[in-house]
């Protein structure tokens, strides 16, 4: 995943593949938020590994860093690729309602601005 400016300098980049591509990541859905400050996107896995979950990234264009959408709703998996947004920022996706419980989903509801802004710093 690479975010550019308009001008192509790359803003920053992460890198979902494996060197025999049966461990890596691939993109299944990617969105920006309404006000163009989040770029969310889904992932699935492309060696078949925990083909119930779906991990979800935010990018944010005022931090320039991406953050796992699992962070921000207390370490739940994502159980669906599929998610939407309400209002300028806020993200909707499914989680577990219960601890694999992969039948019974339940929606949740994050504010990216609020989210990023309780994250711990980064690492990288």
Known sequence: MVIRTSNSDTLISKDYSSPRGANGYYVVNAKWSPDSQ???????????HSPW???????????????????????GPTVSADFHFAGPHTLIASTWKQPGS???????????????????????
């Open 38 to 48: 989040f770029f969310v996107y889904s992932m699935s896995s492309s060696g078949g």
């Open 53 to 75: 979950s779906f991990p979800m990234m935010v990018y944010s264009r005022q931090k320039n860093r991406i953050a796992g959408f699992s962070d921000m709703i207390h370490g």
């Open 102 to 124: 992969l039948d019974d989903k339940i929606a949740v509801t994050v504010d990216l601005e609020e989210a990023f802004a309780k994250l711990a710093p980064s690492s990288d």
